[in-house]
């Protein structure tokens, strides 16, 4: 995300004096409930839906995200690559390549 972004998203925030409701159990909450949200886009069809309520609804995933980030002090960069570091062990291209197979089931 480019940092304009973060910083407009903090500042709604702050602007609004939210960040007293933004304790890490409510922003992981929120992340879920819009998550739900998000795939009740595709409840009825996986192929006819409504982009624009898929973009919002991913929109407010990520700013609940980068709320939570902010709140536990974290840089999406690095845990991102931490993740895929490890991802990339559970699953080599060797064993993974066009499989959708859990890690321990390859």
């Known amino acids: 995300m480019k940092q304009e972004t973060i910083n407009r998203i903090r500042k709604f925030t702050e602007d609004r ?3 007293q409701f933004h304790s890490p159990a409510n922003l992981a909450k929120s992340i879920v409930i819009e998550a739900a949200e ?7 069809s996986e192929e006819e839906y409504d982009l624009q309520h898929v973009k919002e609804e ?6 609940y995200s980068q709320n ?17 570091t490890q991802n990339e062990v559970k699953y080599p291209v060797e064993k993974a390549k066009g499989k959708s197979d859990k890690y321990n089931k390859l």
């Open 38 to 44: 998000l795939l009740e886009c595709f409840q009825w």
């Open 17 to 19: 004096d939210w960040d």
């Open 68 to 84: 939570l980030l902010d709140k536990l002090g974290l840089d999406a960069d690095e845990i991102i690559n931490m993740k895929m």
């Open 58 to 63: 991913l929109a407010d995933i990520l700013v």
